[in-house]
């Protein structure tokens, strides 16, 4: 497996790709504005603090992205092709990004188990959750992360961050 994290000089070649990606999966993903902010995205926007794009390539295919907005705190998402769920690329990429970023959040729905997992086995520790759309989220922190950092009136798992 090969991560590559995309950046200003090479985001005319991984960019089209990104976004066919994201487009064929989001909808299993439940991640329904997911295209939409990614497709806005531009090569300046790579260069901001605490965005990230992250991508893993197996024998040459996409197989998963993972990309942060203000470290996770706007926007972040994590898209599997579904027959590489049962892998350990999710965790391989929320480490890598949370090694790059050294703090990194990641909100995930509370029956997501798989990705659950992901974060839990990547080092991230669930620390909020929060209520969309009559889903309940949980946010998972990485790295140098602080309750603090996630403003909501949501109720706390925990009130002391890492």
Not at 54 to 72: C, P, R, S
Not at 125 to 142: I, K, P, S
Request: net charge positive; with cysteine; charged share 25%.
């Amino acid at each position: 497996m090969r991560i590559v994290t995309v950046t200003p000089d090479n985001w005319e070649k991984y960019g089209r790709v990104l976004l066919q990606f994201v487009k064929r999966y989001e909808r299993k993903a439940k991640k329904p504005n997911c295209y939409r902010w990614m497709y806005h995205l531009r090569k300046h926007h790579l260069v901001q603090r605490g965005n990230s794009i992250k991508l893993a390539f197996w024998d040459g295919k996409l197989v998963a992205v993972f990309a942060v907005v203000e470290y996770g705190t706007k926007e972040s998402v994590l898209l599997i092709a579904p027959n590489y769920k049962e892998t350990s690329i999710g965790s391989i990429l929320l480490e890598n990004m949370k090694s790059d970023l050294s703090v990194c959040y990641y909100k995930i729905p509370s029956d997501a188990t798989a990705f659950i997992k992901a974060a839990i086995d990547a080092g991230y520790v669930a620390f909020r959750y929060a209520q969309e759309q009559g889903q309940t989220m949980l946010w998972f922190g990485g790295g140098h992360w602080h309750s603090s950092d996630i403003v909501d009136d949501e109720e706390f798992i925990c009130e002391n961050g890492g």
